[in-house]
């Protein structure tokens, strides 16, 4: 595994560069970009605050796709700007998105004519805010944790290891649940769009497909995670490691 993260940062190809990513992003650019203009160009009318709902929708659709491809050291270290401003304005403009997408839902458009998609539709988005929230609190501890190791606050390599492996805790947790996030808050409500012309009698299989990339995506995550500690404990001693480049 080490051997093989040092293999594509020479080749300068980001290491999450891989299947399951490759299906979700072809789904978030099949929605964002070829189902949702052709609906929208079919409309005599749209609601301003539609506009607005899906500049906050595109943004952390978008961010989702660019930030579980690039983490912050990738390329080099050179793509953590990238990482950070971009997930920060995806996060914020979700926001607005979600806010605008109930008000549209339930006092602007007639819900009634469809519980079903009224419901399910608040719920993605009541999920999607539980993601952003939790993926926010795990990095914060994550850079809190860090900042204590960066300052020494440790008396021995017993407590150090253990500080380590908090912080790799949090990096897990903020990683769960920025592709939960990408996969199934803003993956489902795509995938709902593809099966309304077949039948939602195939959602369930999608929903499972999902879930399944998820499984995949997390796992590779978190296995590059811990071969850089295990790499960095086992190369040059836990005393003298270079402390945890994956993310800051």
């Known amino acids: 595994m080490t051997k093989e993260i040092e293999s594509s940062s020479r080749c300068n190809v980001p290491p999450n560069l891989n299947i399951s990513w490759v299906i979700s992003t072809g789904l978030c ?8 203009p052709v609906v929208l160009s079919a409309k005599d009318y749209i609601e301003p605050l539609l506009y607005i709902h899906l500049v906050g929708a595109y ?7 660019h930030n579980t491809l690039l983490t912050p050291s990738s390329l080099g270290g050179a793509a953590r700007p990238f990482h950070v ?19 549209l839902t339930w006092f602007i458009y007639d819900y009634t004519q469809s519980w079903g998609f009224s419901i399910g ?9 539980r993601a952003q929230f939790s993926g926010y609190r795990a990095i914060r501890r994550f850079q809190k944790v860090k900042a204590q190791i960066d300052a020494c606050e440790y008396v021995d390599n017993e407590e150090l290891c253990a500080l380590q492996d908090e912080q790799d805790e949090h990096l897990g947790n903020h990683v769960e649940y920025m592709i939960n996030l990408f996969l199934l808050a803003c993956g489902i409500p795509a995938m709902i ?6 039948g939602f009698i195939y959602l369930p ?16 995550f978190l296995q590059k995670i811990k071969a850089k500690r295990d790499s960095e404990r086992n190369g040059v001693g836990v005393g003298e490691t270079n402390y945890y480049t994956f993310i800051q």
Do not use: D, K, N
Not at 193 to 198: C, F, T, Y
Not at 206 to 219: G, V, Y
């Open 29 to 36: 650019f099949w929605f964002l970009w070829i189902h949702a």
């Open 59 to 65: 943004s952390i659709y978008m961010a989702c796709a």
């Open 85 to 103: 401003w971009i997930g920060r304005g995806g996060l914020l403009l979700g926001v607005i998105g979600f806010l605008t997408g109930a008000v």
């Open 121 to 129: 539709i608040t719920y993605g988005g009541l999920e999607q805010m």
């Open 193 to 198: 769009r593809i099966v309304e012309p077949i």
């Open 205 to 220: 299989i999608f929903i499972i497909i999902a879930f399944c990339l998820r499984s995949l995506m997390i796992r590779s």
